[in-house]
Every structure is written in C-alpha cells, then in structure tokens.
C-alpha cells in the first residue's frame, strides 16, 4: 500500500513502507493540492483583486470630498485700466487720459474644499452591476480552475499507481530470472546445461533490469510532477514505497458506467455564460458614457490677502482675509467623443458573438468528451474482464513450464516464452486498469462532477 508520512510543515510528504503509518489516498492528495498549489493561488488573488475592483468602482456612485490650498506670491500683479474721466479729481476736472489701477496685493493664500455627490451617472451605476457580475466569473474561474488541478492529480496519482505495479511485476520478473541464471550457472559448470542457454538468460536479465531503471526514471518523472501539483518543494524527497493495486480493481468492480448528464450544469459552460453577462453589462455600460451626467456640490473657500509674507499663513496684522461659497448642480453632457465610446461598444458586440460561439464549441467538445470516454470505459471494462482470465491462464502455463524446466522435462525456451507471455499480460492488464480509470476521470471532467473525488476514501 503507498504510504504517506506528513512533516511538521503540512507539506513535505514522503511515501514509506511503514505499517504504523496510514496509506495516502487520493482524497488526501487532492486536499493538500488545493490548499498549497500555486497556480490556485494565483487564481485565489485574482478574486481578490476583483474585490477591490468592486470597491472602486462603487466609490464612482459614493460622494467625494476634496481640499485644495495654495500660497502665491504676485510678483506681477494684474492691472485694471480706467477709461478717461471714469473718476473726476476734487476740483472737478476730469482727466483727459485712462487710469491704471494695480489689483490685488503681494502675497494671498487660500483654503478650500468641496464635496460632490453623483445623483445621475447610468454609465458609473452600470459600471458597478458589471463589476458585481465580475464576482461571479472570478469565483467561477477559481472553481475551474480547482477541477482542473484536481484532475491533473488524479491523473497522476493513478499513472503512478500503473508505474509501480509495472515495477513490482519487473522486481518479480528479474528475481525469477536470476534464480534461473543461478541454477543454469551450476548446470553449466557440472556440464548439465548449454552454455547458449546460459546466455540466453543472462540477457533477459539484463533486459529486465534495464527495463526496470526506465521504469523508475518515469516513475521519477511523475513523482516530480505530482510534486508541482501539490505545491511542495523541488527538493522534497517523495520516496514511493508498494502500492496496492487491488483498491483500484476494487473500484472498478463497484463503478457503473455513467448515463445522460445536464451539460449546463458544467463550470466551463457556467463561466462562459458569465462571461455573457458581464461582456453584456460591460456593452451597456459603455452605451451609457453617451448619457448626461449630474452631479450636487458643496464648495467653501478662505481667502487671505496681504502685503506681508508671513500674514498669508495667520490672518493677522493689514491682511484682509474673506470666506466664499456655493451650491448647486453640475451637469454634463458628452457630445462626441472622437467615435471612442462607438468603437468599444463594438468590440463588447463582437466579444459577446465570440462567447457565445465559444459556448457552441464547448457544449459540443463536452458531449463528445463524455460520451468518447463511456466508449473507452466500456471497451476497458470488456478487456479487462477478458485479460483477468488471460492472466490466471499466463500464470498457470508459465508455472506449468517452469515446473517442467525445473525437472528437466521442458526446454529453456518454453519457458522464456511462457515468462514473456505471463509478463505481457499482466502488462495489457494494467495499461486497461489504468485506461479506465483514466477514462474515468474524463467523464467526470466533462460533466463537471469531478470534484465527487474529494469524496473517495
């Protein structure tokens, strides 16, 4: 059985062959991916991230309030020209040419602040349903994005079990072999066996255990993936022990192939038609730009006038200081916007022809999966049911011959050929298990029950 030995951190794992140690199953596995996988992080951040979206684009419809304050020095004052005999002098006569007047003083400074509060915006109140609808994609995206790690661990999960039942049947195959090598070896030398016989031993061993170090190196491979999976550590040391692969025929005994399912029902499908609706809103919202907008302030400003640099910070001394204020309504009204807000209706138009041709693509890939995938059970179930008693049959014709060979009744080649027959069908028989399971998996992706796997034991 794989074993399973958890570190203090929750994330280095180790396969051992401990008995006191629980066996690993693929629940466990799942759990811990969807807890430390990176790639679901990032999708976790996301939803954050449209959040805060939503937060911003709600503060549209909120009130503001803004300061302003400013210190100026006039170097250059404005100056106010008086027409001629605007103002006549004391004795009554009137000047002949204007008059210029310097405005202002050397210095002013001013405080201000102003409140406003939208009371009609349809393209920011469109905005933020279409942002709302965002929520929604960004959790579906996120749940896709979970059924999608889930079934790469799966499909790891079990491709490991396949590779090791591989290499305990190779384990099996080269013991056999080198007691035969022994025995020949003494047969050779006591001159009761060929030495071409000898040889051709020699060679399958060698076979096999080359065979048997390929194995392990894609055993090694796809340890390293289900590392990636479960979010540990490159330099994690998973040290796979024996598996059990009994659990899996078990459940392939108790598994009825799956009927009719609701395509809707699917999360890629439920993400494109939230795709739809925000694409939709964000169409409608776009449109909206083209509507006036209006809007209530609050202004109030404190100004302070002064010939002396240090009075514009105070109030105090000659300055003159003087409050202003106002009310009302602001309203605006685009009237052409260089064709912007047209265009960008037409891409959000074309966006939506593109979903929902995408949603025709996948409705059509999802029922084509599902029901390739029933086929492939199907086919394995016969096959394996098959190859089971081709396999009870292998082992008794090569025990029979290695009976015989043992007794000096049956020749070398016999047995080499019952052995290969014995080995090649255990191997079709573990190629089918792991097909089905495998075709399995995919029905489950197709309908969107995938995550029924978080409920193995």
Known sequence: MLKLSITATGLLLAFTLAAQQQPVTLKQLLESALQHNQSLEVSRYEQELTEQKIVQTRAKTLPSVTGSGNVADNFKRQVIVLPAGAFPSADGSVSSS??????????????????????????????????????????????????????????SYYNILASWETIRLQDSTILNLQKLVTVSQGQYTNGLARKLDLDRL????????SQRTQALNQLTTQTNQLKVLLGVPFETSLALANVAFEKLEQQVANTALPE????????????????????????????????????????????????????TFTGSGNAITYGMGSFGLRLSVPIFSGLDRYSRAKQNSIQIRQLEKQREASLLS????????????????????????NVKLATEVYASSQSNYNLGIGSLTDLLDAQNSFTEAKNIYTRELLNYKLAELETLRSTGTVRNLLNEN
């Open 260 to 311: 009719a399912f609701d395509v809707n029902n699917k999360t890629e499908i439920k993400l494109i038609d939230s795709q739809l609706r925000l694409s939709e809103l964000q169409r409608k919202a776009t449109r909206a730009e083209n509507y006036p907008r209006l809007s209530a302030y609050l202004s109030y400003n404190y100004n302070v006038m002064t010939s002396q640099l240090s009075e």
């Open 366 to 389: 999802a029922n084509a999966s599902f029901s390739n995938a029933r086929i492939q059970m199907s086919n394995s179930l016969e096959t394996l049911k098959s190859q089971n008693e």
């Open 98 to 155: 204007p008059t210029a007047l310097v405005a202002g003083t050397p210095y002013s400074s001013s405080l201000g602040v102003e409140a406003s509060q939208p009371l009609f915006d349809m393209a920011a109140f469109t905005g933020l349903k279409a942002a709302q609808a965002g929520r929604e994609y960004s959790r579906l995206s996120t749940r896709q994005s979970e059924e999608e790690v889930i079934s790469q661990v799966a499909q």
């Open 202 to 209: 020699k060679v399958n061993l060698i076979n096999a255990q």
